[in-house]
C-alpha cells in the first residue's frame, strides 16, 4: 500500500513541476520584445506571399514574436479590430480599415498592454472609383445624371466622353448626381478623385447594337405608339423618337407594341451579335423606360434573338415605376435564352436577322402609361 501512494506521489510532482516549467515557458513566450518579422496574405496555399501594402478592408497576417499582448492596432492612424482569438504569440490576424485616412502615414502601429507601441512600415492602397451603373444611361445635356459604385472619396470629378466635366450637385454614399455638359457623346464616363481615376463599366448613351429605336419606324405594328415631336404631356426625347403606348389594357388582352419579321426590321434585326447569340451570359439586354403611370398589370413580352415569329418569349413582369423619369433596364442575356430554351425554341446564328416582338399581355389589367426606346443587346462589361 505504501508503494502504492508513494507512486502516486511521484506522479503528482512530476505533475505539478510539468505545469510550472508549462507556465515559464509561457510567460518567457511573451517576456521578450515584439518583433514583426513579416506580413502575408491569409491563403493557407499562398503563405509565401509577403505584403508590404494591402488594399482597403483586406484581410492580413502579421508574423513575428511576442505579439500576444497587442490591445490595438492602427493604419495610417485608422484604428482596425483585434480579435482575440486571432492574436497569437506569433501572429495577428486583422482586417485593414475601409476608411480613408486623413494623413498618410504609410504605417502600421501595434499598441501593446505594457503601453508600449511597435511601429512597421506598410502602405493601404486606396481604391479608386468605381462606376457601376446609372439610373438612366441617356441624359440629355443640362440633366441630372445619377452615377451608383464605390469608393467616391471627395474631391471628386466626373469627365464626360468628349472630355467635358460635369457639374457634381452631390456625393452621397455610393452615389454621384452631376450635371451632363455641353458636348458629351457616347463613350465611358471616368470619375476621378485623389486616388486614381475610374471608367464606367458601361457606355453613356450607348449606341452600340440597337434593335429598337423607332428613328425611323420599321416594322408592321406598333407604328401608332411612336412620338416624334412630344407634347407639353409627353416626357422629353432622350435620343430621338421614342414608343408611348397610353391605354387601358384588360386581362390576357394583347397590344403589339414593336413587331416585324427580320426583313420588316431591317437593318435593325441583324444587329444582334453573333457572340451574343453563342455567348448570351456575357451580355444584356437593355433599354428606357419611363412610366408615367405606375407598370402594374399585365406584362412585357419580348421575343429578341429569334428566328421564328413567337416561338418562345421573355416576359419583363411587373411591378416598375420610374415615377415619369427615364431610367435604364438591364436584362441578363441569359435569362431570356433560357426561358426561349424552356420553351423548346432553339437560339441560333441568323445572318438574316431575327424577329422583333414587343407586346403587352397577361393576366391582369393594366391601365398603361409607359414609354420605352433604344432596346439594344450589349456586353456586360464595356
Known sequence: MKNKFRYIYIALVAFSIAIIFSACNDDDETSGTPRIDYIRITEPGASDSLLVSAGQGQLIAIIGENLKEAVGIEFNNLPATLTTPYVTNTSILVRVPSEV?????????????????????????????????????????????VIHGDFFYEPLKVIFPGDVEGEIISVEDNTIKVTVPEGAT???????????????????????????NSDPFVGWAGSEYVVSNPGTEDPELINGNYIRVNKQIGAWGWTDVVAGSPTDMAPLSTNIPDDAIMHPE????????????PFNGSGLRL?????????????????????GNWETITIPFKEMVDAYVAAGSQVVVDINGYYTRVTIFGGTALDCDMCLDNFRIVPNKY
Open 186 to 212: 457616347p463613350g465611358q464616363i471616368s470619375v476621378r478623385s485623389n486616388f486614381g481615376s475610374g471608367l464606367s463599366s458601361f457606355m453613356f448613351r450607348d449606341n452600340r447594337n440597337i434593335i429598337i
Open 282 to 293: 456575357m451580355y444584356s439586354l437593355k433599354f428606357e423606360v419611363n412610366t408615367i403611370k
Open 303 to 323: 421575343v429578341l434573338g429569334l428566328t421564328g415569329y413567337d416561338p418562345g418569349s421573355y416576359t419583363w413582369s411587373p411591378p416598375y415605376d420610374t415615377e
Open 101 to 145: 485616412p486623413e494623413e498618410v502615414t504609410n504605417q502600421m502601429v501595434l499598441y501593446f498592454k505594457n503601453g508600449s507601441t511597435l511601429t512597421y512600415d506598410f502602405s493601404v492602397s486606396i481604391n479608386k472609383p468605381s462606376v457601376t451603373s446609372m439610373e438612366c444611361e441617356y441624359v440629355n445635356a443640362g440633366g441630372l445624371a
